[in-house]
């Protein structure tokens, strides 16, 4: 009987815990929308910049070290 509990228990605290959490969420209103948005877009364009800036430095670096 003690298997069956080890088990059952975690997937009802599980399942306590999600509909706890699907109860506190709320669908965001078109300002919280844009505001997430906006700064996600920024950030996915300041992490691309820093990609670009990389490769970019480590391109001429790369071509010194096997260009030899």
């Given at each position: 009987?003690?298997?069956?509990?080890?088990?059952?228990k975690?997937?009802?605290?599980?399942?306590?815990?999600?509909?706890?959490?699907?109860?506190?969420?709320?669908?965001p209103?078109?300002k919280e929308?844009?505001?997430?948005?906006?700064?996600?877009?920024?950030?996915?364009?300041?992490m691309?910049?820093i990609g670009?800036?990389v490769?970019l430095i480590f391109?001429?670096?790369n071509?010194i070290?096997?260009?030899?």
């Amino acid at each position: 009987m003690e298997a069956v509990e080890y088990v059952v228990k975690p997937v009802q605290d599980f399942a306590k815990d999600s509909i706890r959490l699907v109860k506190r969420c709320h669908k965001p209103d078109r300002k919280e929308f844009t505001k997430v948005a906006s700064r996600t877009a920024i950030g996915f364009v300041v992490m691309g910049f820093i990609g670009f800036f990389v490769k970019l430095i480590f391109i001429p670096i790369n071509n010194i070290i096997v260009g030899s």
